[in-house]
């Protein structure tokens, strides 16, 4: 495991040249996984249905709950691991809360290299639906994005929670969203026509 040397710094003066890790968070990660989605929300508005305004409002029990749900996993890709994260995100927690500006989460989640979340589709319970897609735009074109879809794939594949394994994993993504549309096809996934939620967006589905 790479040693960190610079655990006292701010994550944003940290050295940028470390090896990707991926994480997948417990809800004793609440805090961290608030700073990475805020910032993504705030370095990337228009990939999302939420908000920055609607989410910087919850409160620290929604975001613990987010990651509680059995039928759920949320992967970070960050050049630190998980331990310097824990320990930095024990410092700052009290900070963080009193943000409310998009820049402040943009600056703080300069390291904090990505996220996607995969859960039980409401849809169909047979179906894990991938949601909350995001690479840091510093490090797109990296390989970065497909490792964590490859991650929740991983975790889709294996999950079997009272007898009811998922058989594919499905996702919805704008149409005019190429970067993403890519790294999805290598992972892949294959369009499916329009997503019966909106026209505007493509479905794709990955059968195991």
């Keep these: 495991m790479l040693t960190i040397i610079v655990i ?9 040249s470390s090896p990707v890790s991926y994480h997948r968070l417990e809800p004793k990660h609440a805090a961290i996984y608030r700073v990475v989605r805020l910032c993504a929300l705030s370095a990337s508005p228009a990939q999302f249905s939420s ?34 994260l824990e320990e930095y995100a024990a410092k700052q927690v009290d900070e963080w809360a009193r943000w409310n500006e998009p820049s402040q989460f943009v600056m703080e989640g300069r390291e904090l290299d990505g996220v996607v979340t995969v859960l039980r589709s409401f849809e169909d319970p047979k179906d894990a639906f991938l949601v909350s897609f995001w690479v840091n735009p510093g ?9 964590l879809v490859e991650e929740a794939i991983g975790w889709a594949r294996g999950h079997d929670l009272d007898g009811q394994p998922f058989t594919r994993v499905v996702l919805d993504v704008l149409k005019d969203n190429v970067a993403a549309r890519s790294v999805y096809e290598r992972c892949g996934f294959e369009e499916q026509g329009d997503s019966p939620e909106d026209a505007k967006e493509a479905r794709y589905n990955c059968i195991f």
């Design 139 to 147: 490090v797109r074109r990296r390989g970065i994005g497909t490792r």
């Design 51 to 84: 908000t920055f305004e609607r989410e910087i409002t919850f409160d620290a029990q929604t975001w613990t709950n987010r990651l509680s749900n059995v039928d759920a996993a949320t992967f970070i890709a960050s050049k630190h691991d998980i331990e310097y």
């Design 8 to 16: 006292n710094l701010p994550l944003a003066m940290s050295c940028s």
